[in-house]
């Protein structure tokens, strides 16, 4: 798993982890045409599937963040980027991380802190940690998809402060 609030470590994905059938020799990686002509629809389909073999909304949010590119804010996933090619993976990282980060935001403040720290228990990290990490290194603005509107920005900078007083009354 990445690190809470900091998503810098590759996932690896493939299609044992996913259980979608028969991988291909050499890559490690799943055929995944299935009949589909349209390659932009099929690297869609793949990615929703990946998507939803997480099984909490925080793992969902993380996932996306942690192929982004900080620099360019493009996704990064080369294995399936040589399968469909980088636009058709870069827009559907893109939707997938955008419908999550919507999905996010919809659960109340105090859903939010217990998925966080059910996460950080099951890392073993500190609240220390987190609280470095999240407030000192600011990490969690990473978590943003590209071309977020306002008002997601803004929940994703206030929200942060507020889970973690959370967190930290039921620490004490």
Not at 12 to 35: E, H, I, P, R, Y
Not at 108 to 124: K, N, P, V
Not at 131 to 139: A, V
Request: hydrophobic fraction near 40%; proline fraction near 5%.
């Amino acid at each position: 798993m990445v690190a809470l609030f900091l998503p810098v470590r590759r996932w690896k994905v493939g299609c044992a982890t996913v259980g979608l059938g028969q991988c291909d020799n050499n890559s490690g990686f799943m055929s995944f045409n299935d009949g589909n002509p349209d390659r932009t629809t099929a690297c869609a389909e793949f990615v929703h599937v990946v998507m939803s073999t997480f099984s909490s909304p925080w793992e969902r949010l993380l996932f996306p963040s942690s192929l982004r590119d900080p620099e360019t804010s493009e996704y990064d996933w080369h294995l399936l980027a040589a399968k469909f090619g980088h636009a058709d993976v870069d827009r559907a990282l893109l939707d997938e991380h955008r419908a999550v980060c919507e999905a996010w935001l919809m659960l109340h403040l105090l859903q939010q802190a217990l998925q966080l720290e059910e996460y950080r228990s099951t890392q073993g990290l500190s609240l220390h940690a987190v609280l470095r990490r999240w407030l000192g290194e600011k990490s969690y603005q990473r978590l943003i998809p590209p071309g977020a509107p306002q008002l997601q920005r803004q929940a994703f900078r206030t929200d942060p402060e507020t889970i973690l007083s959370i967190l930290c009354t039921q620490e004490s």
